[in-house]
């Protein structure tokens, strides 16, 4: 999704820029650009299509440098990726705006202002407010006033960067339902979608909040609410990441963070300390009160939540119930007394979800957030936090993330136990946990094999993945995985849905992918792939090795290591993480940065 960067200093800004935007390249995007204020007070500009690496290649051909400036990575919402629609957008060679969000009300605002002599060069929501403010500047005493003004015209989502080469000391910058945060260096200012892009060069952060309005100079800042009043806001001091975002040997971040697994499990939880003081000090209180729990997530991290609602019914016997936070936000569900809203995200930035978060909160109504980023906007949007120690994921396609929120969620499940009076099986959550390092490991172990099984998948067009019980969102997990990167068309299903429909679908063209833990459903399970069978589906079965499946005509079977039921969800997910990383690679797609996707989606 977008990405924004912005400095102003005493030095050359350029290198800092365009640094920080190689750190957000994670985020996925289509296109790049920079602006920049020159010494002679000309505004220069780069735009290309493509990767960062096109925009260093025209800034090496054609330096522009400056002491101020802002750059971009833009992911395509209104208008197709192109130089024309990629960010800044600029007015008279004079102001130049960076955006990431989406302006609803674009389209009025443009007509409104063609209708006034104004020519637009883009398809872009963006492009408005530049020529606003062109617009305004002339009765406002200043670029800051002029933001303030032309922001009370927008409806919609934005975090801004702007630029005006008639103030070369400084830049204005404006939040509103997406993220940004400001970097305080010593005797320069900067401001980034997030802190990684900006941590070359400061580890002093200031985390905007909406309608928030700043003023940026070397050395110094000014804040603003909507009202044009002075705010404060906390200054944050981060210690440096505790993981290296190098690819070191790995051909790629996803199989460099699928190895990584086991080492983040073991930082994100302790299985000596699975009690409510874990969320926060208030939690044991309210997991006290608690009497329904409402989940609220969005991808990936909507299947940790599905995972979620079957460990908390079976083991700590509350109601939970879990929907896509896109959908969640635009209805008026029921939320009884004592229910708390739980959201799940890795970015804490998922713009849909912060909405949805916004939308059931009312007084009385706690709200925790499992999140692996700390002072996201999410986290800050919620009393209680458990914060997965997941470490900066670079790959757009969730592994360690998912696995560590499920993790963070067995301790949950553990802590709500307690509070609810449900501790006679405590100990056996104690023991998976403490093994569960160990488990994954021996997952990965397997690699050569799971390669092996993937080449049958590389000339494919369909899957079919099929789970029972908790390890159906593990299905949904693994299709999603292989959708995401290899572009096979994958579908999930509860095995026992097969026969309702989907069966119809089954041919030796379609491979159908079984998760087949030793567990309570495991005939239920075998008879329904019987059924794919009886109509020549091809099965690739994961299966622990103890279950009895074994390879013969058109069954492959990969025989699991054993593990403890309660974190099998975890040792599965790994193995067919692996399996969609070997079929994307077979298939030559990149990736680290699939077609189409954004890593933190900062808009709705
Ligand atoms: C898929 C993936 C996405 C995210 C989703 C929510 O691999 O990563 O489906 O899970 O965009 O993002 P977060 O967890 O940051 O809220």
Known sequence: ?????????????????????????????????????????????????????ELEAAQAQQPIIGCVGIAHTRWATHGEPSTANAHPHTASDRYAVVHNGIIENHTVLREDLERGGVSFLSQTDTEVIVHLIDQLRPSHTDLLSTVQSVVNKLDGAYALAVIDREEPQSLVVARQGSPLV?????????????????????????????????????????LYDR??????????????????????????????EIHEQPQRLMDTVQAENLTAEQFGPEAAEIFLK????????????????????????????????????????????????????????????????????????????????????????????????????????????????????????????????????????????????????????????LEPKIKQLANHFVTKHHALFLGRGVFYPISMEGALKLKEISYIHAEAYPAGELKHGPLALVDEDMPVVAVAPNNGLLEKLRSNLEEVRARGGELFVFADEESG???????????????????????????????????????????DKPRNLAKSVTVE
């Open 1 to 53: 999704m977008c990405g924004i960067v912005a400095g102003v200093a005493k030095r050359e800004v350029s290198e800092i820029l365009l640094e920080g935007l190689r750190r957000l390249e994670y985020r996925g995007y289509d296109s790049a650009g920079m602006a920049l204020i020159d010494n002679d007070r000309n505004l220069q500009l780069h735009k290309a299509l493509g990767k960062v690496a």
């Open 182 to 222: 400001l970097g305080v260096g010593i005797g320069e200012m900067f401001a980034g979608s997030d802190t990684l892009a900006l941590r070359s060069v400061t580890d002093r952060f200031v985390y905007l909040e909406d309608g928030d309005i700043g003023c940026l100079s070397v050395g110094d800042y000014a």
């Open 227 to 256: 009202a044009g009043e002075p705010i404060s806001r906390q200054v944050v001091h981060l210690e440096p990441p505790k993981t290296e975002d190098v690819l070191a040997d790995y051909a790629h971040y996803m199989l460099k």
């Open 290 to 445: 608690t009497r329904a729990i409402q989940i609220i997530a969005c991808g990936t991290s909507y299947h940790a939540g599905l995972v979620a609602k079957y460990w908390i019914e079976e083991f700590a016997q509350i109601p939970c119930s879990v929907e896509v936070a896109s959908e969640i936000r635009y209805r008026i569900p029921v939320i009884v007394d004592g229910t708390l809203i739980i959201s799940i995200s890795q970015s804490g930035e998922t713009a849909d979800t912060l909405a949805a978060i916004n939308h059931l909160g009312s007084a009385g109504i706690a709200r925790l957030a499992i999140c692996n980023v700390d002072h996201s906007a999410i986290v800050r949007a919620s009393e209680l936090v458990y914060l997965t120690q997941a470490g900066p994921e670079i790959g757009v396609a969730s592994t360690k993330a998912f696995t560590t929120q499920l993790a963070a969620l067995l301790v949950l499940t553990a802590a709500l136990m307690q509070t609810n009076n449900q501790q006679s099986r405590l100990k056996e959550f104690e023991e998976a946990i403490a093994n569960l390092p160990l488990a994954v490991e021996a997952v990965i172990d």
């Open 549 to 591: 499946f074994e390879t013969g005509p058109g069954v492959h079977v990969l025989a699991m290591p054993h593990s403890h039921i309660l974190t099998a969800p975890i040792t599965y997910t790994v193995a067919l993480q692996l399996l969609s990383y070997y079929v994307a690679v077979a298939r030559g797609t990149d990736v």
